[in-house]
């Protein structure tokens, strides 16, 4: 089986900084593309940031230019940096990750738990 786990989550004032942490582990064969998406309570979840293998990114409008996605394939761990955040970036943040695993013939969508991101105002 293929296990995400997600850590760095936390409060946070509005403006400050967090870093999230995703580590994929199990039965992997190769990783395609990560992401990170996020849910309000009482809202539908939401993508936040997606990065394929090559590091080829995108973003949600509302976190352009605040937020940096990245990756370390040797460590099956994707990261998202969160600067200048606000009140309205509370949310559970779910890691997610396009695992090819050994012995099987496709990609398939794994998540993680998740990690909650309080902005205080």
């Known amino acids: 089986q293929v296990q995400l786990v997600e850590s760095g989550g936390g409060l946070v004032q509005a403006g400050g900084s967090l870093r999230l942490s995703c580590a994929a582990s199990?039965?992997?064969?190769?990783?395609?593309?990560m992401g990170w998406y996020r849910q309000a309570p009482g809202k539908q979840r939401e993508l936040v940031a997606t990065i394929t293998r090559p590091g080829s990114t995108n973003y949600a409008d509302s976190v352009k230019g605040r937020f940096t996605i990245s990756r370390d394939n040797a460590k099956n761990t994707v990261y998202l940096q969160m600067n200048s955040l606000k009140a309205e970036d509370t949310a559970v943040y779910y890691c997610?990750?396009?695992?090819?695993?050994?012995?099987?013939?496709?990609?398939?969508?794994?998540w993680g738990q998740g990690t909650q991101v309080i902005v205080s105002s």
């Open positions: 997610n990750a396009e695992v090819l695993r050994v012995g099987v013939t496709r990609y398939v969508d794994f």
């Open positions: 199990g039965s992997i064969f190769s990783i395609n593309a």
